[in-house]
Antibody, heavy 117, light 109 residues
Framework: HVQLVESGGGVVQPGRSLRLSCAAS????????MHWVRQAPGKGLEWVAV????????FFADSVKGRFTVSRDNSKNTLDLQLNSLRVEDTAVYYC??????????WGQGTLVTVSS | ESVLTQSPATLSVSPGERATLSCRAS??????LAWYQQRPGQAPRLLIY???NRATGIPARFSGSGSGTDFTLTISSLEPEDFAVYYC???????????FGQGTKLEIK
């Protein structure tokens, strides 16, 4: 049974940084690409980033490129998202999701990031 | 990069009836399209992948069809738990990324 548990969300001022984590269990973490997807309050889904199974390839949405970084530790089954230079428009629930081919087949419950002064 | 447009934005249907949701891509995505369901307060879950394949544990009343630019998600007989928001999604090879449609809210009539 796949489990993905996000943590690290909170309230942060514009321009500051935050680090989100996702703890994975119930599958062989090191074999799958992993994603971050966000959802602003009352809005739709926006894909944020993906990291390949071994961490060698990373891709980002244009809206976060150069500000967010993604990493993983396959020895600890954890996925991280480092959010730098945060903006008000980055306010959202951030989900981690397990990749399967071209899709996202399991999702965590999300962690809320609020960027506000 | 293909833009995905879903219609209608809101669909009102009675329980037990059929619901048909549409997703149109701005350029061909072959059959590389997925559908997700998001119930209020919950995370999304994968329903359909490769346009017409049901994900593990998804009831048979959910079906997907289409290829190229026009896709349909059909729910044959609506159950109370099916009233939710539905998103389509495609992966772009170049530029690399993943795109979601804006969603269709399925509400009780």
């Amino acid at each position: 049974h796949v489990q993905l548990v996000e943590s690290g969300g909170g309230v942060v001022q514009p321009g500051r940084s935050l680090r989100l984590s996702c703890a994975a269990s119930g599958f062989t973490f090191s074999k799958f690409g992993m994603h971050w997807v966000r959802q602003a309050p009352g809005k739709g889904l926006e894909w944020v980033a993906v990291i390949s199974f071994d961490g060698s390839h990373k891709f980002f949405a244009d809206s976060v490129k150069g500000r967010f970084t993604v990493s993983r530790d396959n020895s600890k089954n954890t996925l991280d998202l480092q959010l730098n230079s945060l903006r008000v428009e980055d306010t959202a629930v951030y989900y981690c999701a397990k990749g399967r081919d071209d899709y996202l087949d399991s999702w965590g419950q999300g962690t809320l990031v609020t960027v506000s002064s | 990069e293909s833009v995905l447009t879903q219609s209608p934005a809101t669909l009102s249907v009675s329980p037990g009836e059929r619901a048909t949701l549409s997703c149109r891509a701005s350029q061909s995505v072959s059959s590389y399209l997925a559908w997700y369901q998001q119930r209020p307060g919950q995370a999304p879950r994968l329903l359909i992948y490769d346009a017409s394949n049901r994900a593990t544990g998804i009831p048979a009343r959910f079906s997907g069809s289409g290829s190229g630019t026009d896709f349909t998600l059909t729910i044959s007989s609506l159950e109370p738990e099916d009233f939710a928001v539905y998103y389509c999604q495609h992966r772009s090879i170049w530029p690399p990324g993943y795109t979601f449609g804006q969603g269709t809210k399925l509400e009780i009539k």
